[in-house]
């Protein structure tokens, strides 16, 4: 029974220390580190840090004690937390794909222009640097949920958006990755076709959702 819940959690997308920490702490409910790591049979090195982790994704809480102890989140309702977050992504992947279909046709148009291109940034920070340079009013971000605290505020307008993206008056950014997501390095599509620049800013404004604030 346990190594068939870790290797279904490991394909909801936790790793296996993760997926044997969410499992032993289904069981316990609450525990400090030492029976976690009994239960789980994650070394108690490596235990802070996938403790860690989960507490960022929002999955585990830690309770001010002595020891410190750790619970799931909503134990009744996390799997079908899971279930429901994994059916947004596949949502947000269904759209990326048909808006990507509308798009990449237009940037293959448009290939002999070298106004469009590819950029590649080590990391979110510097494609920020790099985008704000060309941030004058107005300009629209789209921001996913794992981009939130980079993006959001960032522009004049901001919505949440299925995948990241800057538009700016002169050319529109756009991650092929979501900037919140760790990557060795980030791909940016920078279109500067104005008909691809238009149809993403009424999309924005029309479908998506606007921030609450800055």
Known sequence: MEEHAVETLKKMGFSEYEARVIYALLRLREADVKLISRYSGVPRTK?????????RKGFVAEIETKP??????????????LYEEKKR??????FEIETLKNILPALSEESNNAENYIVKVGTPRDFIKLVKKKMKSPTIVGYTRESEPLLKGLGDESYRSPFDFILTPTELYMPLN?????QREYVVVV??????????????VEVLSPSEGK
């Open 178 to 182: 979501p900037l919140g997501t760790p």
């Open 47 to 55: 235990l802070y840090e996938v403790l860690k982790n989960l507490r």
């Open 68 to 81: 410190l102890r750790y619970s799931i989140i909503d134990p009744e309702g996390f799997l079908d937390r």
């Open 191 to 204: 279109f500067t076709n104005p008909y691809i620049m238009e149809m993403i800013r009424l999309w924005a």
């Open 89 to 94: 992504e596949v949502e947000r992947l269904k």
